[in-house]
């Protein structure tokens, strides 16, 4: 049986809420807090603020990380 990449991420990120905050994202894709403000500021990873905090849906990270595999 093959694995399609959303199957694979759907298990790499099981262990991650729907709603992740930037430690999460950080965490769970292995960028620096920086780079993921900076994803977030261009617009290239969706996020919704919630006070001073930002929240990304899950299925935003991992659109995001198909499209980085896509584009390289």
């Known amino acids: 049986m093959e694995l399609?990449?959303?199957?694979?991420?759907?298990?790499i990120f099981s262990n991650y809420?729907?709603?992740m905050d930037v430690k999460q994202v950080c965490d769970a894709i292995g960028i620096c807090a920086k780079?993921?403000?900076k994803?977030?500021?261009?617009?290239?990873?969706?996020?919704?603020r919630v006070g001073r905090q930002h929240r990304?849906?899950?299925l935003h990270v991992m659109?995001?990380?198909e499209m980085q595999l896509m584009d390289a």
């Open 4 to 11: 399609n990449i959303k199957d694979a991420y759907r298990m």
């Open 17 to 19: 809420p729907d709603v």
């Open 35 to 37: 780079t993921a403000y």
């Open 39 to 48: 994803l977030i500021q261009s617009g290239a990873l969706p996020a919704v």
């Open 56 to 58: 990304i849906a899950k």
């Open 63 to 65: 659109s995001y990380m």
